[in-house]
Every structure is written in C-alpha cells, then in structure tokens.
T-cell receptor, first 111, second 112 residues
C-alpha cells in the first residue's frame, strides 16, 4: 500500500516564506506532484519531481529526496491569494500512472 | 485549447436516483482519470480509462459505480441508486500520455 503524510493546516504571514512537507512510503515510485486547490475549485498543477533535488518555478520551488521518501513545497513572498490547500501526490510506475494524494495542507496567509 | 470540461457543475439527486457525470478531456488527451473528494479530505482515485478501455478501476466501489470512455463523446461516471454517502466532489483529469494530469472544475453531487 501507500502512505502519504502532510500537515493538515499551516498559517503564515504575507511576504514570508513557508515550507510544506510531504513524506511518503510507496513501492515503484515514479514521481511526485504538487497541486494547489482553492476552496471549491479544481486542483491546478504546480510542480513535478522525479529525480532528487530542487525544482524552481518563480515563487514556488519543490524538493525531492527519494532515499528519504520526502518532498517539500517552498512558497516565497507569500501573497494573500496563496491561501489554498496544497496537495502532495505520488505516482507509481505499476499503477497506470494514476496519482495517490495526501490529505492536503490548508495554508492560511494572514496580513 | 479548452481545458477539461465537466458537467454538470452541480447535481442534486434524491436517494435511489441515478447520477451521470460527464467529462470531456482536453483536446489530444486520451487518458482520463476520475477522482472523488469528500468534504475536508484529499482526492481519492477511482478509475483510469483510455478510449474504449478501462485500464485501472481499483478505486471504484464494487457496486453501483461504473465508468466508460467511448470512442466518441465524453467519459461518463455513472452512479446508480445514490446514497447520502455519495455526496462529494467528483473530479476528472486528463493527460496526453499519462504524465501530468489536468483537472476539470469538478461536479459537486448532493444526495438528499
């Protein structure tokens, strides 16, 4: 089976930096995705990591360590619109490419 | 290029009725995935389809739920004899080659 853990909620201040962690246990690991989901809306793709290291894309960066089963999403220069749920999802190479999601981290950005 | 389309966006059904949820993938995408999201929870995989084939339905409940992706037309998720526990948001995602998945806006099903 698979186990994907991420904090349920986090709070941060506008303009600050926040790191959202995700740990996973799975067989046949074939990539880790981060999605952003605003309340009542569809998840939108943020990043994809399959190799160890940091992927940077504007204010968002995602890191992966396959040996530790660990990833984080780093958000810089937080804006109020970043208040959303952030979903960590793992893909397995023997699972038809479907994604297994963690429960999501609800981030609240305060002024 | 239009995104993934789902309809209806909101659906209300009484217990025992049937619910039909439609998903039109992005143009050129031949992989379709259905996920269910209960309130305050993460997304749970239900089924993965390619044109005319069900590839993986390991997340589908054994009874009352079925899915198809015909050669022509949208993918359909069908729930027969709905119960209150079926109330959830149902998201469809499509992919060109099983790589990154693009999600539709979802259908929010309410069973009264």
């Amino acid at each position: 089976g698979q186990n994907i853990d991420q904090p349920t909620e986090m709070t941060a201040t506008e303009g600050a930096i926040v790191q959202i962690n995700c740990t996973y246990q799975t067989s046949g690991f074939n990539g880790l995705f981060w999605y952003q989901q605003h309340a009542g809306e569809a998840p939108t793709f943020l990043s994809y990591n399959v190799l160890d290291g940091l992927e940077e894309k504007g204010r968002f960066s995602s890191f992966l360590s396959r040996s530790k089963g660990y990833s984080y999403l780093l958000l810089k220069e937080l804006q109020m619109k970043d208040s959303a749920s952030y979903l960590c999802a793992v893909r397995r190479n023997n699972a038809g490419n479907m994604l297994t999601f963690g429960g999501g981290t609800r981030l609240m950005v305060k002024p | 290029n239009a995104g993934v389309m789902q309809n209806p966006r909101h659906l209300v059904r009484r217990r025992g009725q049937e619910a039909r949820l439609r998903c039109s993938p992005m143009k050129g995408h031949s992989h379709v995935y259905w996920y269910r999201q209960l309130p305050e929870e993460g997304l749970k995989f239900m089924v993965y389809l390619q044109k005319e084939n069900i590839i993986d339905e390991s997340g589908m409940p054994k009874e009352r739920f079925s899915a198809e992706f015909p050669k022509e037309g949208p993918s359909i998720l069908r729930i027969q004899q709905v119960v209150r526990g079926d109330s959830a948001a149902y998201f469809c995602a499509s992919s060109p080659r099983g790589y990154e998945q693009y999600f539709g806006p979802g259908t929010r099903l309410t069973v009264t």
